[in-house]
């Protein structure tokens, strides 16, 4: 991510933690992301016009959504989510893709990636990872079904506990 070059920890999971804070508010399903040069691109489905009432209920129209995110847009994204959690008037219960974000960001910081593609298929998601050696570039996958992001939640606080940021 070109807004952390130079520092010594790319921090995909805080920049993923917020994004999916925001889609979160926003009712997005079935995500699909991708690392651009100045920011990422997210598209989903979304739900609108869905509406209860006494006599009928509508179910809404799903539509495909595509955003794009500017490396000025995330930092937005973090310092809001930052307030969030800790204006401390009332506890943050964080939605799905704040949390499953935030573990595949912490996944991906392990692995020190150079660019990012990932999408999701009923609650997994697959990653493509691209990956720089002595030996070259090359792409890597790796898969997180539903359980898996649910254990790594799980592991989430004793892994802060080891985690050393700079």
């Known amino acids: 991510m070109r807004i952390y070059e130079g520092s010594a920890r790319q921090d995909f999971e805080?920049?993923?933690?917020?994004?999916?804070?925001f889609l979160d508010l926003?009712?997005?399903?079935?995500?699909?992301?991708?690392?651009?040069?100045?920011?990422?691109?997210v598209?989903?489905?979304?739900?609108?016009?869905a509406s209860v009432g006494t006599w009928s209920d509508t179910i809404g129209t799903v539509t495909k959504e595509t955003l794009t995110f500017l490396d000025e847009d995330i930092a937005r994204f973090m310092e809001e989510a930052g307030a969030r959690r800790g204006n401390g008037a009332e506890p943050h219960q964080a939605g799905h893709y704040e949390v499953a974000f935030r573990v595949i960001g912490r996944y991906m910081d392990d692995q020190k990636p150079?660019?990012?593609?990932?999408?999701?298929?009923?609650?997994?998601?697959v990653l493509r990872l691209l990956m720089s050696s002595q030996a070259g570039s090359r792409h890597e996958l790796a898969e997180f079904t539903?359980?898996?992001?649910?254990?790594?939640?799980?592991?989430g606080p004793s892994?802060?506990?080891t985690q050393t940021k700079p």
């Not at 926003?26 to 691109?41: H, N, S, T, Y």
């Not at 539903?146 to 592991?155: G, H, K, P, S, T």
């Open 146 to 155: 539903r359980d898996d992001i649910a254990d790594m939640v799980a592991r």
């Open 159 to 161: 892994l802060r506990h």
């Open 43 to 49: 598209q989903g489905l979304v739900v609108s016009g």
């Open 114 to 125: 150079r660019d990012v593609f990932f999408f999701e298929q009923d609650g997994a998601f």
């Open 26 to 41: 926003r009712g997005m399903k079935d995500i699909l992301l991708l690392e651009a040069p100045d920011g990422f691109v």
């Open 14 to 21: 805080e920049v993923f933690r917020s994004i999916g804070a």
